[in-house]
């Protein structure tokens, strides 16, 4: 079992920026990739940002390239999202997933934390 702790949501104003943290810890060794998604009211959830775990490479959708940035530290387990130039379409409860090794689906899911861009 992989165990995830997201943190860092909050409200921000149109063209602000957050950093969201997850955490991970259990069996790490099982995580492949760890994956970004978000769900806004009425919305499908979507994956926004993935990164590989062994490698680093990444993936950023393209409601964010060039907005948000995915990046993850070895030493803590933690992935993060740096969000800038935030915009209201950006609000809904952003969700850190891990892909496990053998089953190629994103397993583990956190909690959710809230993300609002507003005035």
């Known amino acids: 079992q992989v165990q995830l702790v997201e943190s860092g949501g909050g409200l921000v104003q149109p063209g602000g920026s957050l950093r969201l943290s997850c955490a991970a810890s259990g069996h790490t060794f099982d995580v492949y990739k760890m994956g970004w998604f978000r769900q806004a009211p009425g919305k499908e959830r979507e994956l926004v940002a993935a990164?590989?775990?062994?490698?680093?490479?990444?993936y950023d959708s393209d409601s964010v390239k060039g907005r948000f940035t995915i990046s993850k530290e070895n030493g803590k387990n933690t992935v993060y999202l740096q969000m800038n130039s935030l915009k209201p379409e950006d609000t809904a409860v952003y969700y850190c997933a891990a892909q496990g090794v053998a089953s190629g689906e994103y397993d583990y899911w956190g909690q959710g934390t809230q993300v609002t861009v507003s005035t």
């Open positions: 990164i590989t775990w062994s490698t680093g490479s990444t």
